[in-house]
């Protein structure tokens, strides 16, 4: 039974900062590569960030240098340290995780690459 739980998501205002987290159970994060993504209802689920499994991690040019991505193998949790936040950030935020193993194949992250999906966090920016 492989689980992928998000949480951190929140109401904050224009300019604040939150730390998402993805937590697993049924599957050890330290050998697989994590992926964030984001979707807007009515649009597509776009890919934000990617940790691999050694640590290695990539963001998107469009987050790059305010969102940063982490992992605690202890905790069996990854996370996305959100600053900055903007409006059009609002989204509803997943992780997700490939096989064991992995790369951080593409940058944005691509659906296909990713088996194991958390149900999300609502993230809101207000003005």
């Known amino acids: 039974q492989v689980q992928l739980v998000e949480s951190g998501g929140a109401s904050v205002p224009s300019g604040g900062s939150l730390r998402l987290s993805c937590a697993a159970s049924?599957?050890?994060?330290?050998?697989?590569?994590i992926g964030w993504f984001r979707q807007v209802p009515g649009k597509k689920r776009g890919g934000l960030s990617c940790?691999?499994?050694?640590?290695?991690?990539s963001v998107v040019s469009s987050v790059k240098g305010r969102f940063t991505v982490s992992r605690d193998n202890g905790m069996n949790t990854v996370y996305l340290q959100m600053n900055r936040l903007t409006p059009e950030d609002t989204a509803i935020y997943y992780c997700?995780?490939?096989?064991?193993?992995?790369?951080?194949?593409?940058?944005?992250?691509?659906?296909?690459?990713?088996?194991?999906w958390g149900r999300g966090t609502q993230v809101t920016v207000s003005s």
């Open positions: 997700a995780s490939q096989g064991v193993g992995g790369q951080c194949y593409d940058s944005p992250p691509r659906e296909y690459e990713y088996r194991y």
């Open positions: 940790i691999s499994s050694s640590g290695g991690a």
């Open positions: 049924g599957l050890n994060l330290a050998d697989h590569t």
